[in-house]
């Protein structure tokens, strides 16, 4: 390579001048044999007159095996004849060529080289050599492609993945705007995939999850969206849905589908069910989120309906509409709202310190309806604040039936954004403690990590008001959003309530568990408790405990229960809660 190395040297850095010609030559040459690239070269006529060690580690070809061949004697036959004429075409106009070709090893496989060719010239401007430098990337565009992957697909069941679902909803609903018929979301949660996995380990439960994910991807069109959006819950996407029946319909197929037997790979006979949540609509100005949110709270009335069951929620411009507020309204006035209670536990003695109370609408043709049926019409309506009113009177009742039996437990209610900044709620929370004889503290305000205070100092000054007259204040969701700390180290905060979506997964993924780990250590350091939501087993429960996490609430500890409930299974004499009450002793 004598003459190429004197060529190659008039185009050195000036740092190499002082060099002399013997010593350029030599570092060009130790250049060639020590590079961590391959490097080939050719005559004009590509007649390959030199290889490095780097082009035989790489190709697996020698340099012996190589010289005087073309170097076509690496094709993968992947490339068509045109792609090398344009490759050389590019090389002549511009002076050189920079892309990825996939080449053959000598073993047979191929892999990817990212290279660079160059034309070298005569001191006259003739074609001399061509110089081409390459590396295998095969293993980094493999890496890159892996990425790729997972970002859109679930790696267990190469079903999409939560993210992708949600950007890819968006497109669909979107398309309501140029459609006729509407769009059904469908949330299933699985029952009883949690003894699977207890009983024959997560690889079993893992292969039953990818034989569920088959049938769901047999089951549907190929303008219908399947994923996995974690654990053993799937969302579905209909679209074209004529309306909300079609899609039950297809529901309760999904249902039947699921609900046959598994055998696994071990011979084992399984068998899961399903419940599903629905969320429908034909408005293109609904979000992703919303109906996701939405399927998912009904997924629950579901699974509170028992295994295996479907629940319905529409999201259309007509539950937005004057007639569905003055139904919800007729129903507030005439007392067809209720509020169902759910124990909180003390994770140290397993004893129940107070009930969060949710609201709920005993609908006279359609039963219990959750309150993504009508909460959102009442809080951005004139029912605002009368509803805040009704649901600090009515926590304040079942505190004096408490505390008429001496029994120390404290009612949670949630409040908005609107009811806290205006300050309504403060005159009614001082009446009922003051017309009912409360001791304090007696309720709890949630308030949602989601909501978007206006003025921070003005909403503190609202809940340190509200502590003076008997309430204390609980941050509800807590680690799903950007405003949790922000909340909990700016606002008077007496306890933290760690969102369901942290605690799900908590037996199976260590950073849940750091997670509330972390909170727990947060809360200590500024003397304050935390609440997990959303337990659902005794594993949760076990490690909850562990991690040092105060309180709970889920229905593994109870599911919310009307009033009359929770007088027969708490308060009536002879009654033996599973987590018992705190009484006191009367004063004498």
């Not at 020590?34 to 190709?59: H, M, S, W």
């Not at 996939?102 to 160059?118: E, M, V, Y």
């Not at 009515?394 to 120390?408: C, K, T, Y």
């Amino acid at each position: 390579m004598t003459d190429l190395t004197t060529r190659l040297s008039k185009n050195t850095p000036h740092t190499l001048l002082p060099l002399n010609e013997s010593q350029q030559s030599w570092l060009l040459r130790s250049i060639f044999e020590y590079c961590q690239e391959g490097i080939l070269i050719t005559d004009a006529n590509k007649n390959i007159v030199d290889a490095n060690p780097a082009f035989t580690r790489i190709t697996g070809f020698t340099r012996e095996e190589v010289l005087g061949k073309k170097p076509h004697i690496l094709s993968s036959g992947k490339h068509t004849a045109l792609f090398y004429q344009n490759m050389f075409v590019d090389v002549a106009e511009q002076g050189f060529w920079s892309g990825n070709i996939k080449n053959r090893h000598r073993d047979g496989s191929h892999f990817i080289a990212q290279t660079t060719i160059t034309a070298i010239h005569t001191d006259s401007g003739k074609l001399s050599h061509f110089f081409s430098i390459f590396r295998d990337v095969t293993q980094h565009r493999l890496s890159q492609a892996r990425l790729e992957r997972l970002a859109v697909y679930d790696p267990l069941t190469h079903l999409f993945n939560r993210e992708h679902f949600t950007n890819a909803l968006h497109n669909l609903i979107d398309g309501l705007r140029y459609t006729e018929t509407g769009l059904a979301v469908l949330f299933m949660d699985l029952d009883d995939f949690k003894p699977v996995n207890d009983r024959f380990g997560h690889t079993a439960g893992d292969e039953l999850l990818i034989e569920i994910s088959h049938r769901l991807k047999r089951m549907m069109r190929s303008t219908d969206m399947v994923a996995r959006f974690g654990g053993d819950e799937f969302m579905v996407a209909l679209p074209g849905m004529a309306n909300l029946d079609m899609a039950e319909s297809i529901a309760g197929r999904i249902l039947k589908e699921i609900v046959r037997p598994y055998v696994l790979s071990n011979g084992q006979s399984v068998q899961v069910s399903g419940s599903i949540g629905i969320a429908f609509t034909v408005y293109p100005g609904s979000t992703a989120e919303a109906l996701i949110d939405m399927a998912d709270a009904v997924m629950y009335d579901a699974k509170q309906n028992g295994k295996n069951c479907i629940a319905t929620s529409h999201d259309t411009p007509e539950s937005r509409s004057s007639d569905t507020f003055i139904r919800i309204r007729q129903a507030f006035e005439q007392g067809e709202l209720t509020l169902h209670y759910q124990p909180i536990i003390r994770l140290k003695d397993l004893h129940t310190i107070g009930f969060e109370a949710l609201a709920r609408w005993h609908h006279p043709s359609l039963g219990i309806l959750g309150p993504q049926h009508f909460v959102e019409v009442i809080t951005c309506s004139s029912l605002c604040h009368p509803f805040a009113q009704w649901l600090i009177r009515r926590a304040g009742e079942m505190a004096r039936r408490l505390q008429d039996l001496h029994i120390q437990a404290v009612i949670g209610i949630n409040l908005t954004q609107e009811q806290i900044e205006s300050g309504c709620f403060l005159r009614t929370l001082g009446e009922t403690r003051d017309e009912l004889g409360l001791a304090s503290p007696f309720v709890t305000i949630e308030i949602h990590e989601s909501s978007q205070f206006h003025d921070l100092d003005l909403t503190s000054n609202q809940l340190h008001e509200a502590r003076q007259l008997g309430a204390t204040v609980a941050l509800d969701d807590f680690g799903t959003g950007i405003s949790s700390v922000t909340y909990a180290a700016e606002l008077p905060i007496d306890t933290l309530k760690i969102d369901r979506t942290m605690i799900k997964s908590l037996e199976h993924r260590p950073d849940q568990r750091e997670f509330v780990r972390g909170v727990t250590l947060m809360t200590q350091a500024m003397r304050r408790k935390v609440v997990a939501e959303g337990v659902e087993s005794e594993a949760q429960l076990n490690l909850l405990r562990e991690l040092g996490c105060d309180s709970a609430q889920g229905f593994y500890l109870g599911y919310p229960m009307t009033a009359e409930d929770l007088e027969t299974h708490y308060l009536a004499p002879g009654a033996t809660p599973r987590y018992p009450l705190i009484r006191q002793r009367p004063s004498t």
